[in-house]
């Protein structure tokens, strides 16, 4: 998996440190991304030992990992919420724990997931940390709302770019089979409003802003784990 950000150490000692919160019997929203993907490895070891869990995933990645891992799988309409959710983030704000979501394209399944969680632990790196957010907010639209989107975000000040492929020609397509516009807004003094507005919008089916939502934030240095919040 790509490393973004912080060293691989550090996103090793925070998803590990997550998964140390999870009971026998819990069921686990299990995140996406390189830091979660620590978490869902040391689960699947932790069932190994003999741990009884379930596991609801937020991505087709989170879920194959899942079962490499050896993590039983169920699903969020099976089972209503989730216990604890450990999911990573693109960056976070240290006084009010808000949250940018979206760089592997999955925080509309991330958010319906984390949201249902009893406790939501966010797992980072220090490079995610911000006083105030200013990541570009991942917005996954429907195909065809692309362009209104796009003029709705320049009407708040932002500005869209759809998000295209890596390894292809071609957009990024989500696995709710739409696309994403990353919107730049600056610095974004209040999440909570911006948050609302995108809601809103017609033709978004999810952003990533996650205000109020995590009970804490886990960050992993090369020597251990903070807890920020
Ligand atoms: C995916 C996400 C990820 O949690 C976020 O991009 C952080 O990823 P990483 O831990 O690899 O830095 O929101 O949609």
Not at 114 to 138: G, I, M, N, W, Y
Not at 204 to 224: K, S, Y
């Amino acid at each position: 998996m790509k490393q973004r950000g912080g060293s691989e150490e550090a996103k090793r000692n925070a998803g590990e440190r997550a998964a140390e919160f999870v009971d026998d019997g819990d069921v686990v929203g299990l995140g996406t991304g390189s830091t979660a993907a620590h978490a869902i490895r040391a689960l699947g070891r932790r069932v190994d030992a003999g741990l009884d869990v379930e596991g609801v995933p937020t991505s087709f990645q989170s879920r194959e990992l899942a079962r490499e891992a050896g993590v039983p799988l169920t699903t969020l309409d099976d089972v209503g919420n989730v216990d604890v959710a450990i999911d990573g983030a693109d960056q976070f704000a240290r006084e009010s724990g808000a949250l940018v979501k979206g760089g592997g394209a999955a925080h509309a399944r991330e958010k319906i997931v984390d949201a249902s969680a009893t406790r939501f632990v966010v797992v980072a790196d220090p490079s995610k940390a911000a006083d105030e957010l200013d990541h570009a907010v991942p917005v996954e639209v429907l195909p065809s709302a692309r362009r209104p989107v796009a003029a709705a975000v320049e009407a708040l000040d932002g500005e869209a770019t759809l998000r295209s492929a890596e390894r292809k020609d071609g957009p990024v397509v989500t696995d709710n089979g739409n696309l994403v516009l990353d919107c730049a807004f600056g610095s974004i003094a209040d999440p909570g409003a911006l948050a609302t507005d995108l809601s809103t919008t017609a033709g978004v089916v999810e952003h990533g802003l996650f205000v109020e939502l995590a009970d804490e934030v886990l960050v992993g240095t090369d020597e251990g784990v903070e807890r920020r919040r």
